[in-house]
């Protein structure tokens, strides 16, 4: 009999919102340890204590520093889900270490910035990974293996809506400003721009939005200051192939039945994911007046995966995807060169927004 692995010993930089789901999805992966976290604010770590408990993590040392955690832990992997505008610092003071790395989306808040982690992580053995997490929805995946099938033909036109609640409060109310998130297009539709580019296999060319904050946030104040992120987006991407995409993003819709919905249209016919149903939706062309020929394919979420987040599963797909690249490594599947692009559309998408006019994107 095989010997059993030993397990891998996982460190999380940033024990908020998104590192708590974190913990509970690193549970569920059999020879994933989670041994340490680190935070600037100690209710965060008292609070991630309370979730490595329920999630049966035991022993996790806790740390107000993240060199601290790395110099005293002999960590195989660290997750970064510390605020959208510490990933650069945090990545590059990591950057030189034996350490695999799973830093969460978006990968910075600049072009600049996150142009130079793909620099970086360029001349690095060790595994990196960028959290985009979307296309590792159950639903969504399957939904992107019939479109690349060719089931709908040569897709030429693709919607991708988000209609949700608003921004949810964070510690120091860090994402109620473009400074800290890289605004509402990179801080939530850097996955969105990720999954146009895996679905369409292809680069855009071109980018047009329009958009406001016309609802949300309107009435807060922090240190006198109002906040500045967008509730609601159009953008339009064009393709290399003359393909086009388009994005609509509404975050004050909190009463939607179906918070993301995907549509992929091709000479063939029309395929749509739903999300949180997880239906696939089949639509060939039938000519006019003809009946309709409608599919429904309904594909399930392993039940303890959607409960451990709020990323319909997500999440623990990713990791154990993560986890074993981590284990035998693989090559990354989602790579810093994927966030670097996704943080470009959306950078390039509020540009559009301020400017009234498009913006060419030359990706090479």
Not at 63 to 91: C, G, K, Q, W
Not at 112 to 126: F, I, P, S, T, Y
Request: one cysteine or more; proline letters at 4%.
């Amino acid at each position: 009999m095989a010997a059993k692995r030993p397990d891998k010993r996982y460190g999380l930089i940033g024990a908020g919102m998104m590192g708590y789901e974190h913990i509970m999805n690193l549970a569920l992966i059999d020879g994933a340890q989670l041994v340490a976290m680190s935070d600037i604010t100690p209710n965060s770590l008292v609070t991630g204590l309370q979730i490595c408990a329920m999630a049966g993590f035991e022993g996790v040392a806790t740390y107000a520093d993240h060199m601290d955690m790395v110099r005293a832990e002999n960590l195989n992997a660290v997750i970064i889900a510390s605020p959208n505008f510490t990933h650069h610092a945090i990545v590059s003071d990591l950057i030189d270490l034996p350490i695999a790395i799973l830093c969460e989306k978006p990968l910075c808040t600049t072009v600049e910035h996150a142009q130079d982690l793909v620099d970086k992580v360029a001349g690095r053995d060790a595994l990196f990974w960028t959290g985009l997490e979307y296309r590792y929805m159950p639903p969504v995946a399957r939904f992107i293996e019939r479109v690349h099938s060719g089931e709908a033909g040569s897709i030429k036109m693709l919607s991708i809506r988000e209609h949700r609640f608003p921004f949810l409060p964070k510690v120091g109310d860090w994402n109620r400003f473009s400074e800290n998130t890289g605004g509402t297009l990179t801080e939530k539709c850097c996955h969105f721009f990720d999954l146009m580019r895996v679905i369409m296999r292809e680069e855009p060319v071109r980018i047009y939005a329009s958009g406001a904050m016309d609802v949300n946030h309107l009435d807060e104040r922090y240190a006198g200051r109002t906040p500045d992120i967008l509730d609601n987006a159009y953008v339009i991407v064009d393709f290399k192939s003359g393909s086009r995409a388009v994005l609509d993003l509404c975050m004050f819709a909190d009463g939607s039945e179906e918070q993301e919905e995907i549509y992929a249209l091709g000479e063939v016919g029309k395929l749509e994911v739903k999300i949180p149903s997880g239906n696939v939706i089949w639509s060939p062309r039938t000519g006019f007046n003809n009946p309709k020929k409608v599919e429904i394919e309904s594909v399930e979420t392993d039940e303890a995966a959607l409960k451990a987040g709020s990323h319909h599963g997500a999440t623990f797909f990713q990791l154990t995807a993560f986890h074993s690249a981590l284990i035998s490594g693989g090559a990354p599947v989602v790579s810093a060169l994927d966030g670097l692009r996704s943080v470009q559309m959306g950078i390039a998408a509020h540009r559009s927004i301020e400017t009234g006019l498009p913006v060419d994107l030359d990706f090479g």
